[in-house]
């Protein structure tokens, strides 16, 4: 029987009401109104994906990009640290935006059942993997020649906590509400096909200390593991979990849906499965 | 070594706000721009503030202390009218401007250009300027009869746009149901509309939009005049 995984949603929604509020409290601030206790500071000043696009612009010609801060590579450095030893749990435990999805996805679940996530064939999922490569290669060149955050324009995180403020590009609000009509049938689906940031994050399964690991004299073959993956991943034919899609959210381990014990961990080499 | 949910997220959260901490006692948290732009890397203007570095966060004092562009002569070109003028972001311009033909844009490029123009620091050019700044930048001696004629083929007349700084106390909102009694109630004198309305008010309880019309004047503009006078009071 599957578990559920009350820590990763108390992050999830620690992180999600975290970067609200300050979201909130920058638009009133503005209007000459602030929450004294919050910081008023531009969700660009907290984001590591800011962080990232600003970082070539910086290594190539020593200039940052118009809204972002230096707090935003500070960000992508803590990130980038935390993703080599842990792996991308900032995309199953902390980014708001594939929180929402996520959440969405549950009603999708209850409506589609079990054609939720399996819409797509394989054949041209597998393909379709590759396009936030694609995204990460073309943001990375287009904000660099311009020095200006052209991302902005189709930003789904952005518009989520800024629709309001009138400062979201309405062809960002499009794309948000694209996404989240998306997961009703696709689990995550910014994540799986476009989030440059995860593109990024996403290489680090290859390299990070920690893997999922899967114990095959222990596991039963009962595929729970395959079907709870919100990234489609074949848990049960794997030892090691290196697949760049893996966003470390711990569904398919022994805590929450494994049903044996010690089977599905993530663990150093180490301390093997 | 292996490590469950409870530990991921103890170890997160140290971890992000622990870095956040030590960036910040190091001096290296910085989440807003330090209003001082770059200097000119090369060329004629090496070692000189840029003006292509202007961000839209900036005021136009933080623009007055690094290019010595006083705060009415900016206020002026970009007709802007404020309480607090020295506070004006740059970036208003463009919601103050949206109305403009799709196409034309002033806001913080227009700025960098009229800057870059008024100081000599030629890094910034092809921007639409408002022919206020136009007038200015002639006035002040900073271009020729030839660069001005030049500079008005992509000029913007934006004589009727005024800003409206909302951050204050609340200001009486005239709407198009405002009557004249409720105008007068906010301290506005009936002789002074009947100056603006250009004829006699005999009904007070007659709407403001509606005199102006019969009037043949433009409601906007008599609003504008209106807000002048409870300005002043």
Known sequence: MRKRNNIRLMMQIFF????????????????????????????????????????????????????????????????????????????????????????????????????????????????LRYTRYLMLIWVIYATTKSLTLVFLEIDPYYALFNFWTGEAAVTSIIVLLAILLLSLIIERPWCKYLCPYGAILGLFNKISFFKIRRNKTKCIGCNKCDNICPMNID????????????????????????????TVIHSTRKERA | MKINSKWIGIISILVIFGGI?????????????????VKVEEGEFKGQLDPADIRGSYTFKDIENSFNVPVNVLAQSFRIKADNIEEFQVKNLESIYSNLPQDIDIGTGSVKYFVSLYTGIHTVDGEYLPKAAIETLYTAGKINDNEKEELLLN???????????????????????????????????????????????????????????????????????????????
């Not at chain 1, 962080?51 to 990130?79: D, N, P, R």
């Not at chain 1, 435990?93 to 059942?113: A, N, T």
């Not at chain 1, 848990?235 to 010690?262: A, H, Q």
């Open chain 1, 16 to 127: 999600f009401v975290i970067v609200g509020l300050i979201a909130i409290n920058k638009g009133l601030s503005e209007m000459g109104r602030s929450i004294s206790f919050l910081p008023k500071i531009s969700l660009h000043a907290i984001c590591p994906f800011g962080g990232v696009e600003t970082f070539f612009s910086l290594f190539t010609i020593g200039k940052t990009i118009s809204k972002i801060h230096e707090s935003a590579l500070v960000m992508m450095w803590i990130v980038f640290g935390l993703t080599l030893v842990l792996g991308p749990v900032f995309c199953g435990f902390i980014c708001p935006l594939g929180s929402i999805q996520e959440w969405v996805g549950k009603i999708g679940k209850k409506i589609f059942k079990k054609k939720y996530n399996n819409i797509i064939p394989k054949k041209i999922d597998k393909y």
């Open chain 1, 235 to 262: 848990v049960s034919s794997k030892e090691v979990i290196t697949d760049t899609s893996c966003i470390r959210c711990m569904e398919c381990s022994s805590e929450v849906v494994c049903p044996i014990e010690d």
């Open chain 2, 21 to 37: 901490l030590i960036a910040d006692v190091s001096g290296f948290w910085i989440t807003e721009s330090n209003k001082i732009p």
């Open chain 2, 155 to 233: 000029a913007i007349d934006i004589k009727n746009t005024e800003f409206r700084d909302t951050t204050h106390e609340e200001e009486f909102d005239i709407s198009g149901e405002t009557t004249i009694k409720e105008l007068i109630e906010n301290g506005v004198k009936k002789e002074e509309l009947e100056e603006i309305i250009g004829a006699e008010i005999t009904d007070t309880n007659s709407l403001l939009k509606t005199l102006s019309e019969q009037n043949g004047l433009k409601y906007g503009r008599v609003k504008n005049g209106v807000y002048d006078l409870l300005e002043d009071n």
